[in-house]
């Protein structure tokens, strides 16, 4: 069988769950954001990340309920933690349907999750492929009041040109560039300026992939607003979510 038809199967038999990830604010030192990571358990036993299985259900159109199924099931979700944002991966198959932004607001509207509190990630692969309709879309998400978030900062083609033209709420410095940064001078003056262009535009930072004390320290000292990696945090299934909150770590 192929794995166009499993996926398929999936999403009627239930087989996909989201963990969720706590963002930590760095003023605070509490959670400020939980990102929800997709999950498929396959009935065999073997659970496959979604690395493999997205590109694959982009490549389908399978991405486009999948997607839907993510956006309600988080929503449903993190109604339950009301002071934190929900940080949402939405792929370019998603952002360039046109029927998104609509599907968008009836789901906010039936899970009566309130849209200031959504944090919808996309990558710059969305924005090359389309700019027009990617800005149209854009601008559609906004009028709800659901913020955009620029993921996986410093990895590709996305420049300061495309933090002019989309103004992002939040950029998230991608997890090689702050790696990098730790032992490369080049790789560090890009995560600085980074972090100080995007401080200047008024969006939020966050450092993505934070593993050690002393990535931490670095990021903290460069300006980024709120570090997500497994020096606090793993992702965790919802039901843990709670006992973090409203707590500093
Ligand atoms: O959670 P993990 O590290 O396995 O995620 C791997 C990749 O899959 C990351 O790039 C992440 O952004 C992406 N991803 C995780 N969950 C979703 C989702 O619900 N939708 C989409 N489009 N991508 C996701
Ligand atoms: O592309 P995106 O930023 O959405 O990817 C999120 C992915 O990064 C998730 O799959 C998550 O499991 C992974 N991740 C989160 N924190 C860390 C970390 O500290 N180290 C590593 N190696 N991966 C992480
Ligand atoms: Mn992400
Ligand atoms: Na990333």
């Known amino acids: 069988r192929d794995i166009d038809e499993d996926l398929r199967q999936a999403l009627v038999h239930d087989q996909f769950s989201l963990l969720y990830q706590p963002l930590v604010d760095c003023d605070?030192?509490?959670v400020a954001c939980v990102e929800a990571l997709l999950r498929w358990h396959r009935p065999d036993g073997k659970s496959i990340g979604p690395d493999v299985f997205v590109p694959v259900a982009e490549q389908s159109g399978l991405i486009l309920p999948i997607g839907l199924w993510v956006l309600r099931r988080a929503c449903m979700d993190a109604l339950a933690w009301d002071e934190i944002m929900l940080s949402v991966n939405i792929s370019a198959a998603q952002?360039?349907?046109?029927?998104f932004p609509v599907q968008l607001?009836?789901?906010?509207?039936?899970?009566g999750f309130d849209p200031g509190r959504l944090e919808l990630e996309i990558t710059e692969t969305c924005l090359v492929l389309d700019p027009v309709v990617a800005e149209r879309s854009l601008a559609m998400i906004r009028n709800f009041g659901v913020n955009v978030v620029l993921d996986d900062f410093g990895t590709g083609f996305a420049s300061f040109g495309f933090l002019r033209q989309f103004r992002f709420e939040k950029l998230k410095i991608d997890r090689s560039l702050v790696e990098?940064?730790?032992?490369?001078?080049?790789s560090r003056a890009v995560m600085l300026s980074s972090v100080t262009v995007a401080r200047a535009m008024r969006m939020k930072v966050t450092a993505e992939g934070v593993e050690t004390e002393e990535q931490a320290r670095m990021v903290r000292a460069a300006g980024c607003d709120q570090i997500q990696g497994w020096l606090y945090f793993k992702a965790m299934p919802a039901a843990e979510i709670g006992k973090y909150l409203n707590r500093p770590l």
């Open 105 to 111: 607001g009836q789901i906010l509207e039936e899970t």
């Open 95 to 99: 952002l360039r349907n046109a029927e």
């Open 180 to 186: 990098e940064a730790e032992t490369d001078e080049a």
């Open 28 to 30: 605070t030192a509490r």
